[in-house]
């Protein structure tokens, strides 16, 4: 008999601005680590007012992680020190690792609506120093499935017998884009230990059998069990489900670099001062 998950902890984050002057929604972070791991940090964006994204995130560095930024609408351009460069459009997403050090940068353009959100995944010790790498899931390349009221986007991991766009290189992840009718019930088989969350884009619902309602823009944290059943109130709802295995290794974060130790920590911000912090450059640099 399987074991429903139920509602464990209830995150609404707080408004804060970022890289150059952007309005975001900081859902998870330093406080939030321990519950979520493996993801570190949430950042959720959603406005139609240009001038509260389109200062956008200037060349900055990365180590030790992965980012997953993901939109439902809007347009961000983008280019990094591996030569990589374009744009993630209206249902694309961008699975960057930066392993071993990428310097990066993130430019929303002014659209109708910019709603989306970047998630950083935390990369195991034995990863940290991977090598750069860039994805990019192209909205039409990203599987859609219908099924008893529900629109499934399977960005990452499986759902049915409908495999991803993306599997995870160093965490297994899965990442799905739930759309849910009025009323409609949506269950999801998951492994027992894995530490399974959601974040509501849209509408409200339970998510557990029996449960209350939970607001939009609040990140649901599922306690133990190895099925989710979530259930869309009157108004219907959207949410992105995520669910990988807990790492359980310390996390050293210093801004946009999260090691194992501190002095790994220190070394990588002694390298971005000395010029030497990028160890893998196109070829031909």
Same mark, same amino acid.
């Given at each position: 008999?399987?074991?429903?998950?139920?509602? +464990?902890?209830?995150?609404?984050?707080?408004?804060?601005?970022?890289? @150059?002057?952007?309005? *975001?929604?900081?859902?998870?972070?330093?406080?939030?680590?321990?519950?979520?791991?493996?993801?570190?940090?949430?950042?959720?964006?959603?406005?139609?007012?240009?001038?509260?994204?389109?200062?956008?995130?200037?060349?900055?560095?990365?180590?030790?992680?992965?980012?997953?930024?993901?939109?439902?609408?809007?347009?961000?351009?983008?280019?990094?020190?591996?030569?990589?460069?374009?744009?993630?459009?209206?249902?694309?997403?961008?699975?960057?690792? @930066?392993?071993?050090?990428?310097?990066?940068?993130?430019?929303? /353009?002014?659209?109708?609506?910019?709603?989306?959100?970047?998630?950083?995944?935390?990369?195991?010790?034995?990863? +940290?120093?991977?090598?750069?790498?860039?994805?990019?899931?192209?909205?039409?390349?990203?599987?859609?499935?219908?099924?008893?009221? @529900?629109?499934? /986007?399977?960005?990452?991991?499986?759902?049915?017998?409908?495999?991803?766009?993306?599997?995870?290189?160093?965490?297994?992840?899965?990442?799905?884009?739930?759309?849910?009718?009025?009323?409609?019930?949506?269950?999801?088989?998951?492994?027992?230990?894995?530490?399974?969350?959601?974040?509501? *884009?849209?509408?409200?619902?339970?998510?557990?059998?029996?449960?209350?309602?939970?607001?939009?823009?609040?990140?649901?944290?599922?306690?133990?069990?190895?099925?989710?059943?979530?259930?869309?109130?009157?108004?219907?709802?959207?949410?992105?489900?995520?669910?990988?295995?807990?790492?359980?290794?310390?996390?050293?974060?210093?801004?946009?670099?999260?090691?194992?130790?501190?002095?790994?920590?220190?070394?990588?911000?002694?390298?971005?001062?000395?010029?030497?912090?990028?160890?893998?450059?196109?070829?031909?640099?």
């Amino acid at each position: 008999m399987k074991t429903v998950r139920k509602v +464990k902890e209830l995150v609404r984050g707080s408004a804060q601005q970022d890289g @150059a002057g952007v309005k *975001l929604v900081r859902v998870l972070g330093r406080d939030t680590v321990r519950n979520f791991d493996p993801f570190l940090m949430l950042d959720a964006f959603d406005s139609t007012n240009p001038d509260d994204y389109t200062k956008g995130f200037p060349f900055h560095p990365h180590r030790g992680i992965e980012t997953v930024t993901y939109l439902v609408s809007g347009c961000i351009e983008h280019q990094d020190s591996m030569g990589n460069k374009g744009k993630i459009t209206d249902g694309a997403c961008q699975w960057m690792t @930066a392993g071993s050090g990428i310097i990066h940068q993130e430019m929303p /353009r002014p659209a109708r609506r910019m709603l989306g959100l970047q998630l950083w995944i935390n990369l195991p010790q034995k990863d +940290k120093m991977a090598d750069p790498a860039y994805r990019d899931l192209r909205a039409d390349k990203i599987p859609v499935v219908a099924v008893d009221g @529900a629109e499934v /986007r399977v960005i990452s991991g499986s759902f049915g017998q409908t495999e991803g766009v993306f599997q995870g290189e160093y965490v297994k992840t899965t990442l799905l884009d739930v759309t849910l009718a009025a009323g409609a019930e949506f269950r999801l088989p998951v492994a027992k230990g894995n530490t399974v969350f959601a974040y509501i *884009l849209e509408g409200t619902g339970a998510f557990e059998e029996g449960g209350e309602n939970i607001a939009c823009k609040t990140a649901v944290l599922l306690g133990d069990g190895d099925e989710v059943c979530v259930r869309a109130a009157a108004g219907g709802m959207r949410f992105v489900l995520f669910s990988a295995k807990p790492l359980g290794e310390d996390v050293p974060w210093g801004g946009p670099v999260v090691m194992n130790t501190r002095e790994e920590v220190r070394q990588a911000f002694g390298e971005i001062g000395a010029g030497t912090f990028i160890k893998h450059k196109p070829s031909g640099v």
